[in-house]
């Protein structure tokens, strides 16, 4: 038997060989603290959150650094039950979160869940939410679940806000021609639907030319921005109103008869003419002629209504302007 060996038959341990086999496992040690630390410093720097939560006991086995950011609530605070995390969702969202959940283990994987959450100091935060399952058990079922929330909010908020852009009159704040024009035929086809009436309504400032010409684009101005005010404080609450173009204004009154919505044009007539616009140190009056017509049942879309409420609110002109044509 050599050197190297003892009674027993196993290998001895060379002079020096212990502590280098000490050493290196003290190193391997000290790269793995690194990773570790260099894992969390990233999973705290990032504006999410990593998750894991175990569906059968009901248990969040994880929450990432990025909790207490995220959702304004201790770190320690670990909601260790569904009903926990559900508190912090939306009421409205919380069926959605719910049910997305048993979709994750039916299907593996979601590639992206979006809903929102109150956070603890009260401010409402929207996530998108990945999550996947992790491998199955022994009995072949998938037991933990594993996802990736990110904050959106400020990607919601500028998406909002570029949707408001995109379908709001840049001087008015009212539907522009675009938006308001989507709208109507979104009702145009549940009318149809549901066999319901529907009303259209067109006004066109009088001599708005003049105005311009006059007293300046300033006062012009005014005159539309107080106009689209009024008519949108006198029309219904379901009414649809918007601006489609220069001194143009159009209405859609749904589930409504024309003779169910002159009463409206009426008062819209009267409150537009009651506004007064200081102009050159006088007070400037303005009056409007208005169209308005019923769905017909071989109207083919909604230009066919668009088409007869221009032909009524044009014989309004013809007839002396400042009234209400119904065709």
């Not at 650094?65 to 770190?75: K, L, N, S, T």
């Not at 058990?137 to 570029?162: C, F, H, K, N």
């Amino acid at each position: 038997m050599s050197r190297e060996e003892v009674g027993s038959g196993q290998l001895a341990v060379r002079p020096g060989e212990e502590g280098a086999a000490l050493r290196q496992a003290q190193a391997e040690l000290r790269r793995l603290q690194a990773r570790e630390q260099l894992f969390g410093r990233l999973l705290a720097s990032v504006n999410a959150l990593l998750w894991a939560y175990d569906w059968q006991t009901r248990q969040m086995l994880y929450l990432s650094p990025g909790y207490e950011r995220i959702f304004g609530r201790p770190a320690g605070a670990l909601p260790d039950a569904l009903a926990d995390w559900l508190a912090c969702v939306h009421p409205d969202d919380r069926d959605y979160v719910l049910g997305s959940l048993g979709e994750v283990l039916d299907k593996g994987a979601i590639e992206r869940r979006e809903y929102r959450i109150v956070r603890g100091d009260g401010q409402l935060r929207w996530l998108s939410d990945k999550c996947y399952c992790g491998d199955p058990d022994e009995d072949g079922r998938a037991r933990i679940i594993v996802g990736l929330a990110e904050d959106i909010t400020e990607r919601r908020q500028l998406e909002s806000e570029l949707q408001r852009l995109a379908s709001t009159d840049g001087l008015t704040h009212s539907s522009n021609r675009r938006h308001f024009f989507e709208c109507a035929q979104r009702e145009l086809q549940l009318a149809r639907q549901y066999g319901t009436p529907l009303a259209f309504l067109l006004l066109d400032i009088d001599n708005f030319k003049r105005i311009n010409d006059t007293h300046g684009h300033q006062v012009g101005d005014q005159v539309l921005q107080r106009l689209a005010d009024c008519c949108v404080t006198t029309l219904r609450g379901g009414d649809l109103f918007g601006r489609i173009g220069g001194e143009e204004f159009a209405a859609l009154f749904p589930r409504c008869r024309p003779e169910q919505a002159l009463p409206i044009a009426e008062r819209l007539q009267r409150s537009i003419g009651a506004l007064g616009f200081a102009a050159g140190g006088e007070t400037l009056r303005i009056t409007v002629s208005q169209g308005l017509v019923g769905l017909e049942p071989d109207d083919a879309d909604l230009g066919a209504l668009y088409a007869r409420a221009d032909a009524a609110m044009y014989q309004a002109k013809r007839q002396g302007r400042n009234r209400i044509v119904r065709l």
